[in-house]
Nanobody
Framework: VQLQAYGGGLVQAGGSLRLSCAAS????????MGWFRQAPGKEREFVAA????????YYAGSVKGRFTISRDNAKKTVYLQMNSLKPEDTAVYYC???????????????WGQGTLVTVSS
């Protein structure tokens, strides 16, 4: 499985962005998909995940209520809608896939390249 994330960019605080992550391969629908981010000088942190059964979701406390993760299995794509963005959301965002249930640790099986999100104040 190969993952490719895109959709990052520069946005003002309070604005919105939607990230997308396109997958190759036939097994996308059976993967738990997650988004992580890494700010300069910081460790990679969990943002959100969506399960392959029933579309259950889980969010980091810092983004809950502002970000929404979703997936379209027909398009083999997972999305991260980010609203009410804050400067502290500035980071490189990575999508990842795992052969497991939802988890917040970065031991996912597949990773996409990052896409940079910059939120100006």
């Amino acid at each position: 499985v190969q993952l490719q994330a895109y959709g990052g960019g520069l946005v003002q605080a309070g604005g919105s962005l939607r990230l997308s992550c396109a997958a190759s391969g036939r097994t996308f629908s059976r993967l738990t998909m997650g988004w992580f981010r890494q700010a300069p000088g910081k460790e990679r942190e969990f943002v959100a995940a969506i399960g392959w059964i029933g579309g259950s979701t889980y969010y980091a406390g810092s983004v809950k209520g502002r970000f929404t993760i979703s997936r379209d299995n027909a398009k083999k794509t997972v999305y991260l809608q980010m609203n009410s963005l804050k400067p502290e959301d500035t980071a490189v965002y990575y999508c990842a896939g795992a052969w497991s249930g939802i988890k917040t640790t970065p031991d996912y099986d597949y990773w996409g390249q990052g896409t940079l999100v910059t939120v100006s104040s």
